[in-house]
């Protein structure tokens, strides 16, 4: 294919359509608008209308700005829609008052009809400027829009839910969550609701191209309503994931307001970036659609943050008063987990053979058990089958027969006694402490004083209170610590972590997942010279993890490790080595955590050991205290070392 | 009229549901036939940002649609296309809810099917008790069971 310079962002397209088709489309487009933006303007009451307009300097208000997504600039206009057929006036993208006029023209417009006009494609904007300027019906041309009104009968808007999946537990890259709108009806079961949801379009299974297009823009996203119960399923049941859900102070006017926006966006595309204008920010549109005086994505702008979590969203609409409570909807996981932990050890074992051989169910049934512990046994592995089934462990025509036969025993034995299913709420993700983390503090390295000073942009760290994060996890992006050395007068750079990924995920008899870890960056550590020296780390490994008491984990990995520097007599050393350690909470806002590794280099053959003894203490969710004894031996010269930091989140 | 038009309902979800998996995305058919959709879960960075949907809203009536909405005027007839769409999505869990005598799933069942709040515990226990009828290749029992218990609730 040639390469072809356009000049609109070439959107991606799943079916391969050449960019020049797109662009005769869009030309025909802007041509059929500007015709039909002609047609009428010998109207005298549409005349006074564009007046009027005119006059009250109308694109200026703030529900224009936000109903066409304009990003002010100074003076300065432009809409983060980078779709044209979002915009009436083939200059809208980037002139609001040509756009407003257009779109006023448009209202008149016999060029259209029925579902294709535009005020039934505008229908948000079409009715702000009715009620703006108080348009009489009677002079627009008569119009019917089907599939609007179908979609609003389906839909019956009457609230609005902010929808908040969390990370996945054993998949740290998920820690961005994701964020979507629920529109509550009037039906009473919220899975009978609509979710609106905004995703990039993509059809790359490469992991690699993905992340990649995603970060720079490869990708085009769009909105799209469908059935809550998918996207239920979709979290719940096959990816594992809870689900916090925030009801919104909307009113149904409001919400209604918001889905005419919504339609108004229906297959328009604008360029996704998984960091910025990723979903949970274009989220934020919409609650100002639904009410204009919001400004929640300002926040965004204003600072000029690299990226945009889905926990920040939820802070900002919480902080303009939108919410005032929360529900959870635990993952199928997480039931199974709960479920497991109420049955005696036997009785969880037992459940655990029915799922496996479901021909046990009838045993369990008939067995001399007291009659809620065979509900709860074979509630458990009906469960346990539904999540092997989603772990693509068992084919379909399997899972059905496995399912179904444990169900049939299941279901003579009457409804629950007990709420086994029910699942105590978690701390919310919102009540964790903030991503960013700014320390300062000091210590000893072998009898030398120094002071150090840390940055963390974000996210969480093993060390920091688990509260609202997925325990056991560690996500460190760009953490850069440096060290003063007032002895010598010497500033350095200690460490700079460019990411430091660690999952480490306990196994039971129910669920068995690796724990790994990955991690990249500067590091200081002794060399064959004696001296403390800074060189390039890159660092894997993987292993398992099991519970210990005290919500604890402990652990052993295998690890590999790239160590790069001018310093080393080949310039790079590739080691291999083992470690291992335990962290416990004795209480909620105290961890320690022991932890040891051993590493063996080839090349300039040398060895390297590290014990640590860490603690942590959560004061509040915006301070830590952390104390740090650690010894570690490398090139057959041992250095201990002691550290007290002050921590405070941001 | 009420009866006959549930019979009915509940017939044509079954028997489109008859254990056989569809190629529609977004639907499954027959006991829990969500798929990933071609989407590579083995990835990491697929879990970072879930890029899923590939229904824009609208063409395809928000997804609810297992085929085309003929009729210009809501109501029953969208009613039950809602049904037909949430009983072929969450087979499996409504079957689960049913064995177990309660659950999310079966709420929404019984409101899509607009039992009264008081008539319910008698529907579910019903459902409960027939759940190997329900659960069979025998339709027409499901259509029944409902049928009756719907009957009751009147």
Redesign the interface.
Known sequence: MPMLYCPFRKSYD?MGVHPLLIWLLVLIVNLAAFAGVCAGADDPYLAELLNRAAERQLHRERAWEVLLHYRPRGDERESLVDDPRFFLAPEGKTDPEAELSATLRSLFSSEASGDEHPRCRFPARAAWLAEELAIDAGHLPPMAC??LD??L???NPRSAVLVF?AA?PN??????G?TLLRVGST??????S?AV?Y?????D????V??FK?IFGG?SG??????Y??KV??YN???HRDVWEYPLTLAPDEVRRMVLH??E???IASDYY?FDE??SFNLLFLLEAARPELRLAEEFWDRSSFWVMPADTVAVIGRAGLIEKQAYRPAQATRILRRASLLPPDARHEALQTALSPQRAQAVAASSRPVEER?QIL?LA??YV?YR?SRKELE??E??RQ??EV??V???L???ESDA?EVPVPPAPETGHLPGRIGLGGGYRHDTPFVEASIRPAYHALMDADEGYSPHSQIIFAEAVGRYYPERHSIRLQRFSAVDIVSLAPRDEFFKPISWKVNGGLFRRPFADGADRLFLRLNTGGGMAWPVPGNGVAYGMAELDLNLSDRLRDKAVLGAGVSAGVIVSPADCWKVALSGSAFAYGLQYHEYYRLALEQNLALSRTLGLGLTASWERSFDRSRAEALLMVNRYF | MKRALLAVAITVVTAASAFAASGKANTGCGLGTVLWKGRADSSVFSQALQATTNQTFGTQTFGITSGTLECGTPGKVVQNERLNHFVRANMDNLARDIAQGRGESLDAFAELLQVPADKRPGFYAALQSNFASVFTSENVVVAEVIDNAVALAN
């Open positions: 799943a089907p599939q179908e979609a009968a389906a839909v999946p996945h998949g740290p890259a998920s820690m961005f994701h039906y009473r079961s919220d899975l009978l609509y949801n995703a990039s379009h993509t059809t299974t490469n992991g690699i993905y992340a995603g990708y769009y909105y799209s309503i469908l059935p119960y998918e399923r979709e049941d096959l990816e919504i339609w966006l229906r297959g998984f990723n979903c509900r509630n009906a469960e539904q089934y379909q025509p899972f059905q399912f179904l169900l049939k299941r279901s003579p009457g409804p629950d299913g």
